[in-house]
């Protein structure tokens, strides 16, 4: 209950509505038949969920399972930055540090919240060279790697786990099944869905929960691997005093092209900035337009020449 509270707080709106359109789908699946004693059936899932957990607790330690608790509960609650907000941060880092000094930015180092920023910012008050920085930055992001394909790791295996101990109580409830063979045929049809309903608990809990809290939790991987690599690329290039206008345009490359808001040069522009004649734009068979240089094109017209002899 704690996880969906935490996820319909940082869902938008479009996720939420889908979430809920989904899960109605799901659970009318099964009302659709009336019947929804038939689903419910206390032993298997004591089965399921004590077997599962159980062999959890065979697979990894305690201190490891409580950590892969703490990470997935901070997936859903901790909203992340987005690269648009790193990119705007490290600009305006990279005028301060142009106008009043790298020093300058302990006050920011102070104020951050975000943990891999501060650390990288006091690196450079620190006087950290360029190289030096890129290394102790990248080792902490392949460990943080590590760690987060650790909790993922686990996740998945508990996800592998509940579908084989729903088999195991769908065949106890087989087992019990059977010993009522002689009696009355219809109780006995009556305790068949009973019986299988085990196995429809593993399959759900895996394939509705566990696979999704890793794949979530991938992604926010994924999401704050390429926050770390923007800041630690901007970063070095505050220390080597790069233009912030510079810095801006090589940040922007990591962002999808739909978050760079980058306008487009004309041709128009591109010709008058170079003092490009409008002779010297050829039209090829693809319909594209190539600028070409009067004296490169004769360069390539003798060298083709050479070729056919």
């Known amino acids: 209950m704690k996880l969906m509270r935490d996820f319909f707080q940082i869902c938008n709106e479009r996720n939420k509505i889908g979430f809920i359109c989904c899960l109605f789908l799901f659970m009318f699946g099964f009302a659709i038949h009336g019947n929804l004693g038939l689903y419910f059936n206390l032993s298997g899932l004591l089965i399921v969920l004590g077997g599962s957990f159980g062999a959890t607790l065979l697979t990894y330690r305690m201190d ?7 990470v997935l509960i901070s997936s859903y609650r901790r909203q992340p930055k987005q690269p648009e907000e790193i990119v705007e941060i490290l600009v305006d880092l990279s005028v301060k540090s142009k106008f009043q000094g790298i020093l300058s930015l302990q006050q920011d180092e102070e104020e951050t919240s975000f943990l891999f920023l501060r650390r990288s910012l006091g690196l450079l008050v620190d006087g950290y060279q360029g ?8 080792t902490e992001m392949y460990f943080f790697k590590m760690r987060r394909e650790d909790s993922e790791r686990v996740l998945r295996t508990m996800a592998e786990f509940f579908p084989a101990f729903g088999l195991v109580g769908s065949v106890v409830g087989l087992i019990s099944m059977l010993t009522g063979i002689g009696g009355d045929s219809s109780s006995l049809l009556m305790t068949v869905p009973i019986a299988l309903t085990s196995t429809l608990y ?9 696979i999704p809290f890793a794949g979530n939790l991938r992604e926010k991987t994924d999401q ?4 770390q690599k923007i800041i630690m690329e901007g970063v070095i290039a505050i220390e080597r005093e790069m233009d912030p206008r510079k810095l801006e345009q090589k940040l922007k490359s990591f962002l999808t092209p739909s978050s760079r808001q980058v306008k487009l040069v ?15 734009v050829l039209r090829q068979q693809t319909g594209r337009e190539e600028i070409v240089d009067p004296e490169k094109k004769n360069l390539r017209k003798e060298f083709t020449n050479m070729v056919n002899v």
């Open 131 to 138: 190289e030096s920085i890129r290394d102790i930055l990248n």
């Open 64 to 70: 490891r399972l409580r950590i892969v608790y703490t």
């Open 266 to 280: 004309s041709l128009e522009k591109i010709q008058e900035r170079f003092h490009i004649q409008p002779q010297n």
């Open 202 to 210: 593993g399959v759900v809990f895996a394939n509705f929960f566990f």
């Open 224 to 227: 704050e691997l390429l926050l």
